[in-house]
């Protein structure tokens, strides 16, 4: 089994800056992608952002575009969120999941994903 951990969620200001960390632990036997997805309240999940590990192909969703950078980290199977020029819009429970390749669907797609971290939640004042 496959366990997803986030953390760095916080409180911010519009205008700053947050880092949120991901990691995957377990028998993770391919791992294909890492991604964050958020949820705000009375909305359903989109994508955010993702990372093809195997070449470190970064994808955004146009609204976090040059504004959020997904990267990975040295530690195995981990990844990193580093947003900034936070917006109030951008408030939501930011949830990461791992692919493990097998699944169909788009790497902005949440049906790609086979593991999913309990959420952290990011609020952003105006």
């Known amino acids: 089994q496959v366990h997803v951990e986030e953390s760095g969620g916080g409180v911010m200001q519009a205008g700053g800056s947050l880092k949120l960390s991901c990691a995957a632990y377990g028998r993770i036997v391919s791992n294909y992608a890492m991604g964050w997805f958020r949820q705000a309240p009375g909305k359903g999940r989109e994508f955010v952002a993702a990372?093809?590990?195997?070449?470190?192909?970064?994808f955004y969703a146009d609204s976090v575009r040059d504004r959020f950078i997904i990267s990975r980290t040295d530690i195995e199977n981990a990844i990193d969120l580093q947003m900034k020029s936070l917006k109030p819009e951008d408030t939501a429970i930011y949830y990461c999941?791992?692919?493990?390749?097998?699944?169909?669907?788009?790497?902005?797609?949440?049906?790609?994903?086979?593991?999913w971290g309990q959420g952290t939640q990011v609020t952003v004042s105006s």
């Open positions: 999941a791992q692919s493990l390749g097998w699944r169909l669907g788009e790497i902005s797609e949440a049906q790609l994903y086979d593991y």
């Open positions: 990372i093809r590990l195997g070449d470190a192909n970064t």
